[in-house]
């Protein structure tokens, strides 16, 4: 293990770090959505998990699973080792439980869902009618230079599915896309099969917990030799106050599939902090690909650091069949600390995961976030390419892992972790793991911490680019390996949310 | 016109005084030579008439007709029409020559009210101008002078001067680091820019360049200062015996 600590040296000029400042002041999605909700009682206990597998209607198998869960958890303890610094969260003031009034019966169509919930993914730019229309977490004014693309959502509110569109469409593929309350009811054969077997109860803090009291999330199962025709995805909103969401995702490429999956997520403006801890296991079986894309734009807090979503998620992809193919795509912008390592196993020989990742701390922000590749097939190959930007005080660290077991002959690995540093207050860490076991494999890595420098910004501006676009600019010249890793429609709002995010009033 | 009165500056950082009282007065279609021994304040000139952050002023002025641009920040400077070709092009991975140099060229059109050029419309002005360059288009889609050999970067910048069509252009000793035929093709493009209404501020160690690109006046800087004024003849005079007879 080998770290890097760097620091920005004087030089960049007040103005630029001026007109990057405050990622708080230009959060777009902080509203918040004033509809009845009904809470579980604060805190956390048997009772509450017991409660909150009662309200999913949940068969014994899944409440004893849950139950076991928060055995465990309640004697293990938060992890001390990410490069984080935040207050401890206090587990018994919060809501583990919150669903809006109206949802009491799941809505069959989207004509009997509550106005204001419809209004809310409106705002957000969230299709949630069965339009050829655009996915994405930016507001759809940006929208109009892109041709629109059938993307099928499934909405997440709290603690709970608001609902989930194409399903017809999908189903006369065979494929299963719905909620995961719905699944463990009507496909509990193939719940029961998957969940947790990559990413155990066991597995982490985070982890445990959310496997006690996961409320919701999304099922996705392509059926052998199927391409998903159209982009899932998920839109997790996080609005009432106090409570944590804890959702879980299950994705199952059955042999030879292909499915592209999108996952957004934005929360308002508070003052206190929220718990987000999710869990997402993807099972790719032989020849099957998963792509996996994110773009994580919760509340950030403000521009001192107050409020903002504490974001713990444990994300896994088992490349399980021969040949398989997992690729995680995420661009991180949001949250106040940000804890989050989406990895593959590769386990199917000449199994392929690949790791694409922007992540961007401003102001007070923390990201401690990265990937594990662990090769245990023959002739797996891994590629991991991570930009970290940092700017104000914010702390920006990459964490990864690659482990090659002795029996993954003739694996590779290839990484490049790039760190470009915006003012001289905040910091850029790399800690890369590399063990390898097998000596037919190779691994390769890469490194670098650069600024934004003067000349390069003069330079802009002598030809007439005003400071604001140059330095968006140069940042998505920064990151653009990563951003053409996203499915193209994505690629561009996410450009979008970059220079958003960096730039106070560019967007 | 472009005239700069009695201009004083220092570097910032390094709190020295470079600039000891220049008087430059510039008509439009004219093309101006300074030439000038290493520390002369050369570049130093260039960069204060563009505007990059860390050369104070202390006094003086720069105006073009007539008005003073000393307020206007360098991106304003350019869409009025300043160019500055560098001595050392910077280089910016990821982001593309093409979508630069249409971004800088739409930035200034906007600046000035015009209409932005859409990429069709931007492409086949682009393709014109880099032909006659010999800029090809490969070279184009490439990270803005990432990987560019010495001859690439400054045919680059001359070709971004021929889109971005300024009024007023500074060459920083473009002929630095290239070869004869590298230097005639530049020249071949600072040429074909040569117009009624545009003017050149050629800076240059090398009477060489002068021979592709004939000034109307040369200039020799020393110390700060503009110790001699006159025609090409005083750039082969500096050939044949060197400054240190006119510094004397």
């Not at chain 1, 579980?40 to 309200?55: F, M, N, R, T, Y």
């Not at chain 2, 360049?209 to 005083?234: C, N, Q, R, S």
Request: hydrophobic letters at 35%.
């Amino acid at each position: 293990m080998s770290e890097l600590k760097l620091e920005a040296k004087d030089g960049i000029d007040q103005e630029t770090i001026n007109s990057v400042k405050s990622l708080g002041e230009s959060y777009k999605y902080g509203f918040t959505t004033d509809i009845d909700m009904e809470y579980a009682p604060k805190g956390l206990s048997e009772e509450i998990v017991k409660l909150i597998s009662k309200k999913n209607d949940e068969p014994d198998w899944m409440l004893n699973w849950r139950l076991e869960a928060y055995k465990r958890w309640v004697k293990m303890d938060e992890p001390n080792w990410p490069m984080l610094n935040y207050k401890g969260i206090d587990y018994d003031d919060q809501y583990y439980y919150a669903k809006p009034k109206s949802l009491e019966k799941k809505p069959k169509s989207l004509d009997e869902v509550e106005p204001a919930l419809l209004e809310t993914y409106a705002k957000l730019g969230i299709p949630l009618k069965e339009q050829e229309f655009l996915a994405g977490v930016i507001s759809p004014e940006n929208n109009k230079d892109t041709k629109p693309k059938k993307v099928a959502v499934d909405a997440v509110f709290d603690s709970v599915s608001v609902g989930t569109t194409f399903k017809d469409e999908l189903e006369k593929l065979g494929i299963i896309f719905c909620s995961i309350s719905e699944a463990i009811k009507l496909y509990p054969d193939l719940v029961k099969k998957y969940i947790g077997t990559v990413v155990p109860r066991s597995d982490n803090y985070f982890a445990t917990l959310n496997s006690a009291v996961f409320s919701d999330g999304s099922f996705v199962y392509i059926p052998e030799g199927v391409k998903c025709p159209m982009e899932l995805s998920t839109y997790f909103r996080i609005n009432a106050e106090n409570t944590g969401q804890f959702e879980r995702t299950l994705i199952i490429a059955d042999k030879k599939s292909y499915v592209s999956y999108l996952e957004g997520c934005t929360a308002p403006m508070r003052d206190t902090h929220q718990l987000h801890a999710a869990v997402v296991e993807l099972v790719a079986l032989d020849e099957a690909s998963i792509k996996y894309s994110t773009v994580q734009n919760w509340y950030p807090g403000d521009e001192n650091g107050k409020g903002g979503i504490y974001n713990f998620v444990t994300k896994r992809a088992d490349c399980r069949g021969a040949n398989s193919k997992v690729m995680w795509t995420q661009i991180e912008t949001g949250s106040a600390v940000t804890w989050k390592y989406p990895s593959c196993i590769l386990r199917g020989d000449n199994s392929q995961g690949e790791f694409y990742s922007v992540a961007i701390a401003n102001n007070y922000q923390q990201a401690d976030t990265g990937t594990k590749m662990i090769h245990l097939g023959k002739g797996t190959r891994s590629r991991i390419v991570s930009k970290g930007i940092s700017a104000g005080k914010a702390q920006n660290t990459y964490r990864g892992l690659v482990n090659i077991h002795p029996k993954a002959a003739n694996s590779r690995n290839f990484t490049q972790c790039d760190s470009l540093l915006i003012g001289n207050k905040c910091g850029a860490h790399t800690v890369p793991y590399i063990e390898n076991k097998n000596n037919s494999s190779r691994t390769e890595h890469e490194a670098t911490t650069s600024k934004i420098d003067d000349d390069q910004l003069f330079y802009c501006l002598q030809r007439g680019i005003n400071e604001e676009d140059a330095v968006a600019l140069i940042i998505n010249g920064f990151c653009k390996e990563v951003l053409q890793a996203l499915p193209m429609e994505f690629a561009l709002e996410a450009q979008k949310l970059v220079a958003i995010s960096l730039e106070g009033s560019v967007g | 016109m472009f005239e700069i009165k009695d201009l004083h500056v220092n570097i910032s950082e390094v709190e020295k005084k470079i600039i000891n009282g220049i008087n430059l007065k510039i008509n439009p279609g004219e093309v101006h030579a300074i030439m000038g021994p290493n520390g002369s304040g050369k570049s130093t000139l260039s960069y204060t008439l563009s505007g990059k952050e860390g050369y104070e002023i202390e006094k003086g002025d720069i105006e073009l007709d007539g008005e003073s641009i000393l307020d206007d920040e360098p991106d304003e400077r350019a869409a009025k029409g300043i160019f500055l070709a560098f001595q050392y092009p910077i280089e910016i991975p990821g982001v593309g020559n093409l979508s630069f140099i249409r971004t800088a060229l739409n930035s200034q059109r906007k600046f000035n009210g015009k209409d932005e050029l859409n990429p069709a419309e931007f492409l086949k002005i682009l393709r014109e101008k880099a032909d006659y360059l010999n800029v090809d288009m490969e070279m184009l889609k490439r990270p803005l002078n990432v990987g560019f050999s010495g001859g690439e970067k400054k045919r680059n910048e001359i070709l971004q001067m021929a889109l971005l069509e300024p009024r007023f252009c500074i060459l920083d000793e473009t002929d630095s680091g290239l070869d004869v035929d590298a230097m005639k093709q530049v020249s071949k493009g600072v040429n074909s820019l040569r117009s009624e209404d545009r003017s050149f501020l050629i800076i240059t160690h090398y009477q060489r360049l002068l021979d592709y690109i004939k000034p109307d006046f040369v200039h020799i800087m020393a110390k700060g200062k503009i110790i001699k004024t006159g025609g090409p003849e005083l750039a082969l005079e500096v050939e044949d015996q060197g400054y240190t007879h006119l510094l004397n």
